[in-house]
């Protein structure tokens, strides 16, 4: 992950609670907000020298907080329950676009359908869902799924305005938090944390296996 994806410290992680509430512990924020940046469990572990399993434990306990049947979905309901602050919106690049069909697709992904799912839903055959979702993940750069649901807040795709669609068995959503003046802080693009005296902040290194 690039030195320019990292962020800061306590500072930062200090923003994110006075704006949202204590529901996050600062380790779940932090697996969170690298988990948006494209990291897997290995790579977050990693990067906050923890163990796997302590990493695998605070995404379950950021689910049973938030809710979300997929890991995308479950960083979906962070944003629009304003428990981490969402990425400020920007024109996507040329080359970057996605289409209607792959913008249906990125909003049933935010609710956590499924590739089968998705492919009921839009009365399509699941390798096309899938592909769809690959076709996603390529034109917006994302490692991972979260990761592509992250950027899709980014260019503008996902908003707090838009209420994707509900999914059977799918827990109700939290309030989303307003975005305007007295909202969360402005993102730094493809961070995830605000932005600390104009540069993106590094996640801390929190010790403890």
């Given at each position: 992950?690039p030195?320019?994806?990292?962020r800061d410290?306590?500072d930062?992680?200090s923003?994110v609670?006075?704006?949202t509430?204590?529901l ?5 924020t932090?697996?969170?907000v690298?988990?948006?940046?494209g990291?897997r ?6 990067r906050?020298d ?5 990493v695998?434990?605070s995404?379950?306990?950021?689910r049973d ?8 979905a479950?960083l979906?309901r962070?944003?629009r329950?304003?428990h981490l602050?969402a990425p400020?919106?920007?024109?996507p690049?040329?080359?970057t676009q996605?289409?209607?069909e792959q913008?249906?697709?990125?909003l049933?992904m935010?609710?956590g ?10 009365d ?5 869902a899938?592909a ?9 750069g994302?490692?991972?799924t979260?990761?592509a649901?992250?950027?899709g807040?980014e ?7 838009q209420a994707?669609p ?8 939290t309030?989303?938090?307003g975005t ?7 993102i730094?693009?493809?961070?995830g ?9 590094e996640?801390?290194?929190?010790t403890g296996?």
């Amino acid at each position: 992950m690039p030195e320019a994806h990292q962020r800061d410290n306590a500072d930062a992680l200090s923003v994110v609670r006075s704006e949202t509430g204590p529901l996050l512990s600062d380790r779940e924020t932090a697996v969170l907000v690298l988990l948006a940046d494209g990291l897997r469990i290995a790579g977050i572990a990693e990067r906050l020298d923890l163990a796997q399993s302590t990493v695998r434990g605070s995404l379950q306990r950021i689910r049973d907080k938030v809710g979300g049947t997929g890991q995308h979905a479950m960083l979906d309901r962070a944003y629009r329950g304003g428990h981490l602050p969402a990425p400020t919106a920007h024109t996507p690049a040329p080359g970057t676009q996605l289409g209607p069909e792959q913008q249906a697709v990125l909003l049933l992904m935010a609710a956590g359908a499924t590739a089968a799912e998705i492919a009921s839903d839009l009365d399509i055959s699941p390798s096309t869902a899938e592909a769809r979702i690959a076709g996603i993940r390529s034109a917006l750069g994302a490692d991972t799924t979260a990761h592509a649901l992250h950027l899709g807040w980014e260019r503008g795709y996902l908003h707090p305005g838009q209420a994707p669609p509900a999914r059977a068995g799918a827990a109700p959503r939290t309030t989303t938090a307003g975005t305007g003046p007295g909202g969360p802080p402005a993102i730094a693009p493809a961070t995830g944390l605000p932005t600390a005296n104009g540069r993106a902040a590094e996640v801390p290194a929190l010790t403890g296996r």
